[in-house]
């Protein structure tokens, strides 16, 4: 199966400052997908097929990468992005997902 | 507004079965893929199951395939997850998602399941 794995598990962030969070996948994937997930709540969609945004989403995010590597960028931190970020793959069986990165704010 | 509410969870020892639900509103059921989610007391998420539009078409990973089964009624609007020889490993909040041609687009709040004896 693919192994995607995130980096950082854990970091934080200044208003303002600017994040990237990074996936690497064990074998190459064709497109990533991005969940958002808040405490005590189910993670949504955030971004799709590696660099569209889902609905409500705010700008200042954008995806990017290929082949075995990816990322989530957030232009400006801003409080309400702390979270937990989750990558995860479609093109193959088994469905994966990364472990999480859990961003918080300074 | 889409929206996915799970229910069955529960308390099971361990080689037992328990069967979950999720009713689905706010779009045309019939005409997506549907899944189940879980996640894990370490907040590990793992996909288990998904299931075709119509529910001809079931696929698993192998850490479950043989024990669950999904299937969907579309008169009902209901997806389900039957789940046997259960281990401490399910234990887990289980999510159903509705399952877009790009991935899992909406999601349920969850029902939790505890495999304990």
């Known amino acids: 199966q693919i192994v995607l794995t995130q980096s950082p598990a854990i970091m934080s962030a200044s208003p303002g400052e600017k994040v990237t969070i990074t996936c690497s996948a064990s074998?190459?994937?064709?497109?990533m997908h991005w969940f958002q997930q808040k405490p005590g709540t189910s993670p949504k969609l955030w971004i799709y097929s590696t660099s569209n945004l889902a609905s409500g989403v705010p700008a200042r995010f954008s995806g990017s990468g290929s082949g075995t590597s990816y990322s989530l960028t957030i232009s400006r931190m801003e409080a309400e992005d702390a979270a937990t970020y989750y990558c995860?793959?479609?093109?193959?069986?088994?469905?994966?997902f990364g472990g999480g990165t859990k961003l918080e704010i300074k | 507004e889409v929206m996915l509410v799970e229910s069955g969870g529960g308390l099971v020892k361990p080689g037992g079965s328990l069967k979950l639900s999720c009713a689905a509103s706010g779009f045309t059921f019939s005409s997506y893929a549907m899944s189940w989610v879980r996640q894990t007391p370490e907040k590990r998420l793992e996909w288990v199951a998904t299931?075709?539009?119509?529910?001809?078409?079931?696929y698993y990973p192998d850490s479950v395939k043989g024990r669950f089964t999904i299937s969907r009624d579309n008169a009902k609007n209901t997806l389900y997850l039957q789940m046997s020889s259960l281990r401490s490993e399910d234990t887990a909040m289980y999510y159903c998602?509705?399952?877009?041609?790009?991935?899992?687009?909406?999601w349920g709040q969850g029902t939790t399941l505890t495999v304990s004896s």
């Open positions: 995860q793959q479609r093109s193959s069986y088994p469905h994966t």
């Open positions: 074998s190459s994937v064709s497109y």
């Open positions: 299931i075709s539009s119509g529910g001809s078409y079931t």
């Open positions: 998602a509705r399952t877009s041609g790009i991935t899992f687009d909406y």
